[in-house]
C-alpha cells in the first residue's frame, strides 16, 4: 500500500510543480506550534559518524523545541515532567524520519530529502 501512495504521489509531482511557479504558496501553521527543522545535507548518513552526528543534532533540537515548549520554565517539577513527556513524544516523531534519512543514503529510498522535522505545541 505504501510503495503505491508514493509512486502514485510521483506522478503528481511534475503538476504540482508546475502549478506552485503559476501562484505563490502560502503555508500557516498554528502560532503555538515550535518547529525546528534539522537539516543533515552536509552529513554522510551512510557512514556510522553521520549517523551520530544526526542523532546529536536531532536531540539538541529535540531539547531546543520542548524547553520552549514548555515556556523555559525554571526547573520545576512540572517543567521537568513536561520536558520529559515532550522529549519521548519527539523522539517517537522523529525516529522514522531518521530512518528514513538512512535509508535514502544507502540507496533503498528514492526520494530525496535534507532535513527533519521536530514539532510541538506549546
Known sequence: MAAASVATAGLFLPFASATAKDRPVLVTAPSDLVVRHVSYSDLDLAAPAGKAALYDRVGFAIGDVCTEANHFDNGSFAFKSGLKQCSNVAW???????????ERATGTSSIAAAAITISTAR
Open 92 to 102: 517517537s516523531d522523529a525516529r522514522p524520519q531518521i530512518a528514513r534519512a538512512v
